[in-house]
């Protein structure tokens, strides 16, 4: 069974910055559009960022645009979420998944339904 497994969560103030990791062991995520997730307290689950299996990004969130970068190292399987001056509104649980039905990212919403793999998330604290 493949699940991602994520890192780097931490606490932090804001402004700071956090790098994530979503890593698949096993499982090779070269064909696959891989996602970025965030779930804050009392909140439903929203996407964040795609990448498409050639590298290009998609963001869906306006408030993260300027200030996170998705990148991927398929060698590795692994994906990575870069996130600079972040904001108390940012708290929450990141969480990463692959779409096995494409490649690419979708160009306007994130379908979760599409999404599998889903690992059990990174807590990221924004917090003075």
């Known amino acids: 069974q493949v699940q991602f497994v994520e890192s780097g969560g931490g606490s932090v103030q804001p402004g700071g910055s956090l790098r994530l990791s979503c890593a698949a062991p096993?499982?090779?995520?070269?064909?696959?559009?891989v996602g970025w997730f965030r779930q804050a307290p009392g909140r439903e689950r929203e996407g964040v960022l795609c990448?498409?299996?050639?590298?290009?990004?998609?963001s869906y969130q306006e408030s993260v645009k300027e200030r996170f970068t998705i990148s991927r190292d398929n060698a590795k399987s692994t994906v990575y979420l870069e996130m600079n001056n972040l904001k108390p509104e940012d708290t929450g649980v990141y969480s990463c998944?692959?779409?096995?039905?494409?490649?690419?990212?979708?160009?306007?919403?994130?379908?979760?339904?599409?999404?599998?793999?889903w690992g059990k998330g990174t807590l990221v604290t924004i917090s003075s």
């Open positions: 998944a692959a779409n096995l039905m494409r490649s690419r990212c979708s160009p306007s919403v994130i379908l979760q339904y599409e999404y599998t793999y």
């Open positions: 096993g499982f090779s995520l070269d064909e696959y559009a």
């Open positions: 990448i498409g299996y050639s590298g290009d990004s998609t």
